[in-house]
């Protein structure tokens, strides 16, 4: 798990792709402290594994799943990513639960300056649009950000100077795609609700009239 609070910007040195997969080599410093082969880095809001690591940079493989579903395949040599180490137990959450998995993409639509902010609105499709509700928590590119403004086709996200300095998101263009990955509540609901009977056997059983004639939902 993750926090979506980036430590370091990391820079892509290498990209060797496959047919449907690559190995990434990326320079680091901050994320590679205490590192072991095996850990967690999350990558512009992606889980990925060290494979391999050196002073200065560490390796991962990339799936071809991975490749399809996130903004990894644009990466190229000098590409710069946000990364941050998993959470540990005892480790203040300052931002919201990330998991690493990302929900799916979205694409930049456009930049507006507001006095020390600026609004970033993002096109997505309605399937990840259903999971994000105004004021809610939604991973960017493994940035932890609250949802400011959503309707069916945008979101938006305001991003102080102090997020601007540590992340990437505003170096970004217009039509650039970007990871993300939507509160896991909203998944978990309604995957009660789409379930006729959530626990049964021969003498109980919970389902959404229980729950309704209950005060639970």
């Known amino acids: 798990m993750f926090t979506g609070l980036v430590e370091e910007i990391g820079l892509v040195q290498s990209v060797l792709k496959g047919v449907k997969s690559a190995r990434i080599v990326i320079k680091a410093h901050k994320v590679l402290k205490d590192v072991k082969l095996g850990d967690s ?13 050196k002073s200065t940079s560490f390796s991962v493989d990339v799936m071809a799943e991975t490749m399809r579903k996130s903004n990894l395949k ?32 979205g694409s930049i639509s456009d930049f507006d300056t507001e006095d020390n902010a600026v609004w970033i609105t993002i096109k997505t499709s309605s399937e990840l649009l259903k999971y994000i509700i105004h004021k809610g928590s939604i991973a960017i590119d493994g940035v932890s950000l609250t949802v400011a403004y959503v309707d069916e086709k945008v979101f938006k996200v305001s991003i102080i100077p102090h997020t601007k300095a540590v992340t990437t998101l505003l ?25 006729d009977t959530v626990y049964d056997d021969s003498k109980n059983s919970i389902d959404i ?9």
């Open 171 to 195: 170096e970004k263009s217009i039509g650039d795609e970007v990871n993300l990955e939507c509160d896991m509540i909203g998944k978990y609901v309604e995957k009660l609700f789409d379930s």
């Open 41 to 53: 880095i999350c990558t512009n809001g992606v889980c990925l594994t060290i494979t391999d690591f």
């Open 209 to 217: 009239n229980f729950l309704k004639q209950n005060g639970f939902a």
């Open 74 to 105: 644009n990466l190229t040599p000098n590409s710069k990513v946000n990364l941050e180490r998993a959470l540990r137990l005892g480790d203040r959450l300052g931002g919201h639960l990330v998991s690493g998995h990302i929900d799916g993409i």
